[in-house]
């Protein structure tokens, strides 16, 4: 796992404070940073790697008390159901630290999926172009009605949500219709193979997420989704195309949503129009559960990938005791999200003004 | 609500824009009565205003709670998880009765609320964080109370569901006389004049001494308990509890008919008669397309074109 932190160092060059007072965490609270006591220092550590520290301790403790946990098999059907939510939750990363947020993904996700399915009786490049360009259409949409028109993010989304699953609903006969992929395709290949042992998916999940890092923290782009979400009015007095930056953002999390649908499908072998209801709010969960500030201007894509693992591996153990109702895993996966707020809250309660 | 936004170079744009914001649902409404009385069959009958007044209580009823917690620049996205966690606790505890399993249904509510609200004021986590983490939860405690869908045979709950008192079925009169509450509460009492302070600039309700935490943890309670009601008239309407899909999505509902209604998501505003319009509009224009034989993923898209349309009149009045 690439472990490439992005809050303390490479943070965006401080924003004047003095601007606007209220700078919500971000790059206001980094400019404060450097030089504050070892409680500081801390907490930052723990609000980054709790969720590392509690997936490891679960893991851990998951292996001694269950035999079939730390199996390879077990392990690799928990990594490729992971690598789905991950490429979500990766796009949804760079949303949150823009400080918006993206409902749409779930649809997305179950639009890609079945536009790769319908797509590939013409062709494996078509299977894969169309997901990604229809949900990358979409998410453009989103980004121009948040950036230019100047929407809420929460209400375009939401918008978005539902025009994508009528339109999924209107490609699909009313979902009585479910296209297959074809056998022996390049497209089922690259859902269902492996190589060296690890399945194609789980592949191209990691080299996503090692972009996402790289792009996050080391390009100009990264250093402005930081900014923004620090500071937007500041950033846009800097000089920085905020309404250029926040498109493309939205633009990515579309893109990678589709791609994720168009990976499942593969995977499934069809087009299943009911998946990705709720996937959204799973991405988000994971997101926040990974250290990412739902404020924005704080966070890293490792940790979402830490927060998705998380959820996955909870969701296994329950299955593992078996004689509890997979209804438990909502209490249980709520509980978790509740715990972790509270205690990102109160660690960064230095970094939050009122 | 500030002044301020409003720039002096486009006027007309900007009148335009706050009358959308204003009126523009109650044209919706208008316009759809208009189209419906001159092309769909059997519309102008009492039948079909009972039947579409029937079906629009429970998302009427969560959307009062959800215009409060929007007033407060919050949201409650918990409200369909609260439904369904009425409907299980009702089916569990109808044995005691009827008002012994609404006690025990409110009392599961408030615990929600309270817990949504001190998530919210207590610790200061972003509502829609707090609220999701009740939502998942609340779903799979409902699950793990009642593990699938039940019949319910009990009298009391059935004369709740389908009767009616001089005509007027029960459930349209519970959510009036609950839209004249919630309006009343909004509009006359200290408790509304404080909500609107918060929700307007939450710093200076603060400086200025408001019970910021406590109004805020009775929003909360508030829209968990009328989610729960709609709960209970959905679950008494079905004859069933259905933990698994009553309330899916319906904090979507709530929120489309509440920002559809003219209130802005950055809070210090609640229009509750254009929350109720809000809530016919989106009923209607549902009911009009299946009447017309129109398929239901045309219902969202229509949807998701009101909701894009009500927010781009609302743009500009408030700060997000």
């Known amino acids: 796992?690439?472990?490439?932190?992005?809050?303390?160092?490479?943070?965006?060059?401080?924003?004047?404070?003095?601007?606007?007072?209220?700078?919500?965490?971000g790059a206001a609270a980094e400019a404060r940073a450097p030089g504050t006591g070892r409680g500081e220092r801390?907490?930052?550590?723990?609000?980054?790697?709790?969720?590392?520290?509690?997936?490891?301790?679960?893991?851990?403790?998951?292996?001694?008390?269950?035999?079939?946990?730390?199996?390879?098999?077990?392990?690799?059907?928990?990594?490729?159901?992971?690598?789905f939510l991950a490429i979500v939750a990766l796009g949804m990363t760079f949303v949150i630290i823009t400080g918006g947020i993206d409902l749409s993904v779930g649809s997305l996700f179950a639009l890609g999926g079945v536009l790769a399915a319908w797509g590939s009786r013409y062709g494996t490049v078509v299977a894969l172009l169309l997901p990604l360009a229809v949900c990358g259409t979409i998410g453009l949409v989103n980004g121009l009605l948040i950036a230019r028109a100047r929407l809420a993010p929460f209400i375009v989304t939401l918008a978005a949500m539902?025009?994508?699953?009528?339109?999924?609903?209107?490609?699909?006969?009313?979902?009585?219709e479910t296209y297959l992929v074809a056998e022996g395709s390049f497209l089922a290949e690259l859902g269902q193979g492996s190589t060296l042992g690890v399945a194609h998916p789980v592949w191209i999940t990691v080299a996503l997420f090692a972009a996402g890092a790289v792009v996050l923290r080391r390009t100009r782009f990264g250093q402005r989704v930081y900014a923004i979400g620090g500071n937007e009015?500041?950033?846009?007095?800097?000089?920085?195309?905020?309404?250029?930056?926040?498109?493309?953002?939205?633009?990515?999390?579309?893109?990678?949503?589709?791609?994720?649908?168009?990976?499942n499908a593969a995977w499934l072998a069809s087009g299943v129009t009911i998946l990705g209801a709720g996937m959204e709010l799973e991405a988000i969960a994971a997101v926040v559960i990974g250290g990412t500030l739902l404020t924005g201007g704080l966070g890293f894509v490792s940790g979402s990938l830490v927060g998705v693992l998380l959820l996955k591996v909870i969701q296994n153990v329950i299955n593992q005791i078996g004689s509890l109702d997979s209804a438990y895993q909502q209490v249980v996966s709520g509980a978790f999200l509740a715990v972790v707020v509270v205690a990102q809250t109160w660690l960064g309660r230095r970094r939050r003004v009122l | 609500m500030t002044g301020i936004a409003v720039r002096p170079a486009a006027p007309d744009r900007a009148r335009i824009g706050h009358w959308l914001q204003r009126y523009g649902v109650y044209a919706g409404v208008g316009l759809l009565l208009v189209v419906n009385t001159a092309l769909t069959p059997h519309f102008l009958s009492v039948e079909n205003f009972r039947t579409q007044a029937v079906q629009v209580a429970p998302v009427?009823?969560?959307a009062l709670g959800m215009a409060l917690a929007i007033g407060t620049?919050?949201?409650?996205?918990?409200?369909?998880?609260?439904?369904?966690?009425?409907?299980?606790?009702?089916?569990?505890?109808l044995g005691y009765g009827l008002p012994g399993a609404l006690l025990v249904v409110a009392l599961f509510a408030a615990a929600v609320g309270l817990a949504n609200g001190a998530l919210v004021a207590l610790v200061g986590v972003q509502p829609i964080v707090a609220t999701l983490a009740l939502m998942v939860g609340g779903r799979g405690l409902a699950q793990v109370l009642l593990p699938q869908l039940e019949d319910i045979r009990n009298p009391a709950m059935a004369s709740l569901g389908s009767g009616d008192l001089l005509g007027v079925p029960y459930l349209i009169l519970i959510a009036a006389g609950l839209v004249l509450l919630v309006a009343f509460a909004v509009r006359r009492t200290t408790f509304g004049r404080q909500?609107?302070?918060?929700?307007?600039?939450?710093?200076?309700?603060?400086?200025?001494g408001l019970p910021v935490k406590r109004v805020l943890m009775v929003v909360y309670v508030c829209s968990a308990l009328l989610a729960a009601v709609a709960g209970v008239l959905a679950t008494a309407r079905l004859q069933a509890s259905d933990p698994t899909s009553l309330g899916n999505?319906?904090?979507?509902?709530?929120?489309?008919?509440?920002?559809?209604?003219?209130?802005?998501?950055?809070?210090?505003?609640?229009?509750?008669?254009?929350?109720?319009?809000?809530a016919v509009l989106i009923q209607l224009l549902t009911a009009t397309l299946i009447k017309h034989d129109l398929p239901p993923s045309w219902t969202q898209m229509a949807q998701a074109a009101v909701i894009v349309l009500a927010v781009y009149a609302a743009r500009g009045r408030g700060r997000r």
């Open chain 1, 1 to 25: 796992m690439t472990t490439i932190h992005g809050t303390s160092k490479g943070a965006p060059p401080p924003a004047p404070e003095e601007l606007l007072g209220d700078a919500p965490g």
């Open chain 1, 162 to 176: 539902l025009a994508a699953r009528g339109l999924l609903l209107t490609l699909t006969d009313e979902g009585a």
């Open chain 1, 233 to 263: 009015d500041a950033a846009a007095l800097m000089g920085a195309p905020v309404a250029r930056t926040k498109i493309t953002v939205y633009a990515v999390s579309g893109l990678l949503a589709g791609l994720a649908g168009a990976l």
């Open chain 2, 73 to 93: 620049e919050g949201v409650d996205l918990s409200v369909g998880a609260v439904m369904a966690l009425s409907a299980s606790v009702t089916a569990l505890y």
């Open chain 2, 195 to 208: 909500l609107l302070a918060i929700g307007d600039n939450r710093t200076a309700a603060q400086l200025a």
């Open chain 1, 42 to 83: 801390l907490s930052a550590l723990a609000q980054q790697h709790g969720a590392l520290a509690v997936l490891v301790v679960l893991t851990a403790a998951a292996s001694l008390g269950f035999d079939s946990f730390a199996t390879g098999d077990n392990f690799s059907n928990m990594a490729v159901s992971s690598a």
């Open chain 2, 60 to 62: 009427l009823i969560v």
């Open chain 2, 249 to 278: 999505l319906m904090e979507l509902s709530a929120i489309t008919a509440v920002v559809v209604g003219g209130t802005p998501l950055s809070g210090g505003q609640v229009r509750i008669a254009g929350t109720v319009a809000g």
